[in-house]
Nanobody, 123 residues
C-alpha cells in the first residue's frame, strides 16, 4: 500500500525558510513523478511544484518560481520542497502527492495524497 508522510512544516517569519520532506513507501519510488500542492483556508487546493522521474524535470507555479525548489532523493525514497523567502500568502497546508506516471503532465493531476503539513508564515 502506498504511503506518503510529510514533515517539516511549522511557523516562520516572512522572509524565512522551511524545508518540507515527503517520505514515500509501498511502491517503486524511482518510477513516479511527485508534486507538492497547498490549500489555504477558504481556497481551493493548488499545485505548487512537480518533479518527474523520467529525467528529473521540475515545474513550478508562477507564485513560487525563484523561491521554492523541489528535489528528490531516490536512495532515500524522499521528495523535498525547499521554501525560501517565504511570504504570508504562502500560509497553507502543504500536501505531497504521487502521480502514477513518470512525468508531471500538463496539469500535475495527483493519484495519491499525503496527510499534509501546516506552514504558517507570519508578517
Amino acid at each position: 500500500e502506498a504511503r506518503l508522510v510529510e514533515s517539516g512544516g511549522g511557523l516562520v517569519q516572512a522572509g524565512g525558510s522551511l524545508r518540507l520532506s515527503c517520505a514515500a513507501s509501498g511502491f517503486i519510488f524511482d518510477d513516479y513523478a511527485f508534486g507538492w500542492f497547498r490549500q489555504a483556508p477558504g481556497k481551493e487546493r493548488e499545485g505548487v511544484s512537480c518533479i518527474s522521474s523520467s529525467d528529473g524535470s521540475t515545474y513550478y507555479a508562477d507564485s513560487v518560481k525563484g523561491r521554492f525548489t523541489i528535489s528528490r532523493d531516490n536512495a532515500k525514497n524522499t521528495v523535498y520542497l525547499q521554501m525560501n523567502s517565504l511570504k504570508p500568502e504562502d500560509t497553507a497546508v502543504y500536501y505531497c502527492a504521487l502521480r502514477w506516471s513518470a512525468t508531471c503532465g500538463t496539469s500535475w493531476n495527483a493519484d495519491y495524497w499525503g496527510q499534509g503539513t501546516q506552514v504558517t508564515v507570519s508578517s
